[in-house]
């Protein structure tokens, strides 16, 4: 079992700049894909940024070069800076791992509004 834990959620400006953090806890020897989606009400999840334990990354193209996608695997622990933040990135967004199935956190919220 994997456990994620989120954190760096929160209300910034339009402009501004958030960080977020997950950490994965449990019984494994080494997650494999850790990323991060977002969902808000009435739309599908859909994938932010994901990155491979060897530090291959993937963006959204709404996303790429303003997110940063990275991970510290002796913490198990993924981060997601985000930069020049959108009013359309307000979401809730989940923490994602790989170790022989999907898990998910619990969801952090983020909202930009001025």
């Known amino acids: 079992q994997v456990q994620l834990v989120e954190s760096g959620g929160g209300l910034v400006q339009p402009g501004g700049s958030l960080r977020l953090s997950c950490a994965a806890s449990?019984?494994?020897?080494?997650?494999?894909?850790m990323g991060w989606y977002r969902q808000v009400p009435g739309e599908q999840r859909e994938l932010v940024a994901i990155?491979?334990?060897?530090?291959?990354?993937n963006y959204a193209d709404s996303v790429k070069g303003r997110f940063t996608i990275s991970r510290d695997n002796a913490k198990n622990t993924v981060y997601l800076q985000m930069n020049r933040l959108k009013p359309e990135d307000s979401a809730v967004y989940y923490c994602?791992?790989?170790?022989?199935?999907?898990?998910w956190g619990q969801g952090t919220q983020v909202t930009v509004s001025p």
């Open positions: 449990g019984s494994f020897d080494s997650v494999y894909n």
């Open positions: 990155i491979s334990r060897g530090g291959n990354t």
């Open positions: 994602y791992a790989y170790y022989a199935r999907a898990f």
